[in-house]
């Protein structure tokens, strides 16, 4: 059975979403993606600065199984890659709510709010059920 972290804004996409301070929230996939897609062995991400759109394709993942796109949780500006990935993309399997984390984006507004606007953990786990 998959983690689900209590705290954290989910999307239908699998993607979590943690206010980080400020306007700034750190994105990544979920540990129930992460068991899907089995061993991670490349990230793509998006390039330092640019803009994201929710629920639109930010990069892509790929496993021993297959490639997915990545998509944005939320809408923004990328801040800042999570590197440690390029080199150790599996960090993804072993922490993905951890060191696995995968983009921090800048957002318009309450980094809370904007979190507290997608799907809570439980609901997530009731759509993953």
């Known amino acids: 059975m998959s983690v689900i972290k209590a705290g954290l ?3 239908e996409e699998h993607e979590w979403a943690e206010a980080a301070g400020g306007g700034l929230i750190k994105v ?7 068991i899907q897609l089995g061993d ?3 990230v793509e991400f998006p390039e330092v600065g640019a803009e994201l759109e929710a629920n639109q394709p930010m990069g892509s993942i790929e496993s021993v199984k297959t ?3 990545l998509f944005s949780p939320i809408t923004g500006k ?3 890659v999570n590197e440690a990935l390029l080199d150790a993309p599996e960090l993804v399997n072993s922490d993905p709510y951890g060191d ?3 983009v921090e984006v800048e957002v318009d507004g309450d980094a809370a709010e904007v979190v507290k606007g997608l799907l809570s953990a439980e609901q997530y786990e009731s759509f993953t059920s």
Do not use: K, N, P
């Open 28 to 34: 990544g996939i979920t540990d129930f993606a992460q």
């Open 9 to 11: 804004g989910y999307s």
């Open 67 to 69: 490639v997915s796109d």
């Open 100 to 102: 696995g984390w995968i």
């Open 78 to 80: 990328v801040t800042r």
């Open 40 to 42: 991670i062995v490349f």
